[in-house]
């Protein structure tokens, strides 16, 4: 079965490092979402691309934050400077169109940040 | 901004005990979908309820659609240890995609 797939699954830094995600999507989904799930909340949505396009990503702290998915596929969100409160499992999901009503998003294993 | 609520947050129950988790927005939803994290995983889709009055069944979960479209509840009958985990609601707002997923409800069952 097709599934999502993300790295590093554990990533340990320094605040004011850099750190950065990858996301791989399952084959031929066109939607990407990155996901920001702090401990004992639900996920968070940072970013939605459609294709290589971004189509929400009003809640993407602009400042420290930024993701690409420059050929319509993988995609990398990236960290700098990261601060103590960015510690959280960051998510990557994918769906088939993201424009059906309800459409099953499918979740990567995600990558555990923990920001000392 | 739409907001999504789950009631309660944890649960206890002992192995053969029912169980329900209720989920309530502010806004009416286009359609209710609910995930299961398991600890230390990342959520997994159960099922997706569109219509008003929606009820759907998967083996002992039953899912319901409130008529106005604002809630929604999951019930488990005779819990099971494989049944831990953190169960979420998640719905759009009319006329979006993009679901907003409520805080969940950890079930704990204990043996």
């Known amino acids: 079965e097709a599934e999502v797939a993300q790295s590093p699954r554990y990533k340990i830094t320094e605040k004011s490092q850099a750190v950065a995600f990858w996301c791989d999507p399952i084959s031929g989904h066109a939607t990407l979402y990155w996901y920001r799930q702090i401990l004992g909340q639900g996920p968070e949505l940072l970013v939605q691309f459609q294709d290589e396009s971004v189509v929400d990503d009003s809640q993407l702290p602009k400042d420290r934050f930024s993701a690409e998915r420059l050929k319509g596929v993988d995609s990398t969100l990236k960290i700098q400077p990261a601060e103590l409160g960015d510690s959280a499992m960051y998510l990557c999901?994918?769906?088939?169109?993201?424009?059906?009503?309800?459409?099953?998003?499918?979740f990567g294993p995600g990558t555990r940040l923990l920001v000392l | 901004g739409q907001q999504v609520m789950q009631i309660p947050q944890y649960q206890h129950v002992q192995e053969g005990e029912d169980f329900t988790t209720y989920c309530n927005s502010s806004?009416?939803?286009?359609?209710i979908q609910w995930y299961k994290q398991r600890p230390g995983g990342h959520p997994v889709f159960l099922i997706q309820l569109v219509k008003s009055g929606e009820v759907k069944k998967q083996k002992r979960l039953t899912f319901q659609f409130g008529e106005a479209k604002k809630n929604s509840s999951l019930h488990i009958t005779a819990t099971q240890t494989t049944d831990v985990g953190t169960y979420f609601c998640a719905g759009p707002p009319g006329g979006s995609y993009i679901p907003t997923f409520g805080r969940g409800t950890s079930l704990i069952v204990h043996p």
């Open positions: 806004t009416t939803l286009s359609n």
């Open positions: 999901a994918s769906s088939l169109t993201g424009t059906g009503v309800g459409e099953t998003q499918y």
